[in-house]
């Protein structure tokens, strides 16, 4: 059959040219990288169609011996990686390498400074490695068929980076992918096979598809064989790092690995190594990243760690082999009796994947335990990355609850700045003398959780607070209700329990207050009619005037915030008023005889409280103009 005609020249999308600019400047101290990508990408595509071929053989095309061709060519000034994987059809190539995820390019962009350690470390995070073959080229050309489709789907992609690309169906017999760079003139180093073997060496000696080169031919050997086709032996080991014994693995080694599992250009924080060995046999090899990737919390995005049985790739960011907390964590799972025909629907209910999960978990935590206890600066900078989605885990993990909550860092009203640096662990050994409880607050900043006026009493006291401003907080502290046989307390919910620490003398005179009082507090609640459950005086407060409280069962006001935000409904509570009846403005308030007057200030007062711990009024306009009135009249009765 005749290959139809079908060319076209597309543009690029504006962002993606900008990419490709930012790749070459950011990455062009580390040229070597083009390879290590490119050679990965081809590993990958050689591994997808292992995969697919467990369900369907007749996409070998009688042809199962996989392989990835480095190919020299120094009269055309080129350098081809060809592979006999999945290949690409034209959609695919359209979606693939036409445009980066576009969901993620104007991110992408907005995020990059100009600094090039920090740009290479988001181009790792992005991606987008196929596009570092420009940092050597000015020109590259792929040429691609998917396995299954017959030899006239072959498709030519072909673009100098800049503005646009051509596509067109072309014809190719064998399935899979040759990308072609034609190299810039200062970069003809790369014409050099030996150079490339070195870089080969480098990055993908432990692929377990075999990297390919033609002989190197000297002499009166090469004048014979000049006009024969070019006769090809192995440049990698071919050996799967994973497999090889621990102590002949060096740490760049591992690193390398890691780079190429994960796509990453920085190296790893930590790893993990272990072959378990019994009824269930399997290699796991498990690496804590040292940033984050830019979709961690993007929920459509999958992650974890890479499956493969006995060497044969299986699957790919398999979820299932980790708790989703532990989505950062990027390796790799080898066994030995999970079944080849293994699907994602097996996976889900297969006894011998929980055992692996459950061993991988405690693995992780185990290397986060002794990073915590042995390099803490390391662990500050993972918690910086990681953090957020770690205090996820006591909510999904309920075995592992406890070693979660020793592994979690907050900030305090004892430490400074917004860093979470403090364990669980060391408030507790700070706690006062007669202290039972762990004390918290939540809030949607920094700045509102170590200003709010229900840490009044506390300072005063010199007892530490938690200060919770992460989304996540609400949900971790609804799931984490104790830690080392100590109860969790919010400081804004219910009747404020002090236990051994409450003055017993002050106690009785907020008490006797109260009753004194009464009249007023009657008044309180009637003016502020349905806006709250009750009006009542504070034990919390020392220099505000008010605050508002909610019940001890009742749903928080910042996490009602929280659901609202993201366009969830939450159930309609009344706070409670608490009043400092020793504030001025409190006691001024007792002597006001006009109805109206009294009012308005009633309800300034409830309004202030709610700014005061970051809520937002359901009438601003109206509070202004209570406030206006007020100033207004203290103008002209001072006049």
Known sequence: MTVEAHKETLEFKAEVSQVLDLVIRSLYSNKEIFLRELVSNASDAAEKLRFEALSDDGLYEGDSELRIRVTVDREAGTVTISDNGIGLSRSEVVETIGSIASSGT?????????????????????????????????K???VSRRAGLGAEHGVRWESDGRGSYTLET??????????????????????????????????????????EMAKELYGEEAEQKKDEPPEFEQVNRGTALWMRNKSDITDEEYNDFYKHVSHDFQPPLAYAHNRVEGTNEYTALLYVPSKAPWDLFDRDQKHGVKLYVRRVFIMDEADKLMPHYLRFVKGIVDSDDLPLNVSREILQHNRKIDTIRQANTKRVLGLLETLAKDEPEKYATFWDEFGKVLKEGPAEDFANKERLAGLLRFSTTHSEGTEQRESLDAYIER???????????????????????????????????????????EWLVSHLHEYQGKSLQSVAKGDLDLGELADKDEQDAKEK????????????????????????????????????????????????RVLKAVGQSAPETKPILEVNLDHLLVRRLESESDDGRFKDLASILFDQAQL???????????????????MLNMMMAGG
């Open 106 to 138: 104007r991110r992408f962009i907005e995020s990059l400074s100009g600094d090039q350690a920090r740009d290479s470390t988001l181009i790792g995070q992005f991606g987008v490695g196929f596009y570092s073959a420009y940092i050597v080229a000015d």
């Open 140 to 142: 590259v050309t792929l």
């Open 170 to 211: 072309v014809e190719k017999a064998g399935r899979g992918t040759d990308v072609t760079l034609h190299l810039k003139e200062d970069e003809k180093e790369f014409l050099d096979s030996w150079r490339l073997r070195s870089i080969i060496g480098k990055f993908s000696d432990h692929l377990a598809i075999p990297v």
């Open 431 to 473: 706690m006062k003398e007669g202290q039972d409880k762990i004390y918290y607050i939540t809030a949607d900043s920094p700045a509102a959780a170590r200003h709010s006026p229900h840490l009044e009493v506390f300072r005063k006291k010199g007892v530490e607070v938690l200060l919770l401003s992460d989304r996540v907080d």
């Open 513 to 560: 207050a109260a009753s004194e009082h009464k009249p007023l507090l009657d008044r309180l609640k009637s003016a502020l009619g349905e806006q709250v459950e009750d009006v009542r005086p504070s034990t919390r407060l020392v220099d505000s005037p008010a605050c508002l409280v909610v019940g001890a069962d009742d749903m928080s006001a910042n996490l009602a």
């Open 612 to 630: 005061a711990e970051g809520g937002q009024l359901d009438d601003p306009a109206a509070f202004v103009g209570r406030l206006n009135k007020l």
